[in-house]
C-alpha cells in the first residue's frame, strides 16, 4: 500500500452525517423493524407485475388525479432513500 505523509485528509460532513443518522437509526428496534417491514413489502410488490400493476392502479384511484406513488427501495447505506420509501408508502 503506497502512503503519502504529506497528503491532507478532508472528512466529507455529509458522509458522515449520514453515517451517524444510520447508526442512530439503525439502534432502534422498532426503526429496525419498520424499514424492515418496508423492504419485505417491495420485495412481495414488486416480484410480481400483476401485483405492481394493482398497487399502481390502487395508488392512481387514491391520489385524485395527481400521480401515484411508486414504492422505492430500502438502502441501507443512504438515509435519505429511507425517507423517500416511507414516503412513497
Not at 31 to 44: C, K, R
Request: with cysteine; glycine share 4%.
Amino acid at each position: 500500500m503506497l502512503k503519502c505523509p504529506s497528503a491532507t485528509y478532508i472528512w466529507c460532513t455529509a458522509h458522515r452525517l449520514n453515517l451517524v443518522v444510520v447508526k442512530a437509526v439503525s439502534s432502534s428496534l422498532d426503526a429496525v423493524d419498520l424499514f424492515g417491514n418496508m423492504e419485505t413489502l417491495y420485495n412481495f410488490i414488486c416480484g410480481s407485475k400483476k401485483r405492481v400493476a394493482y398497487y399502481e392502479k390502487v395508488q392512481n384511484e387514491y391520489s385524485a388525479g395527481q400521480r401515484g406513488r411508486r414504492l422505492k427501495r430500502v438502502s441501507t447505506t443512504r438515509w435519505t432513500s429511507q425517507d423517500h420509501a416511507l414516503q412513497a408508502i
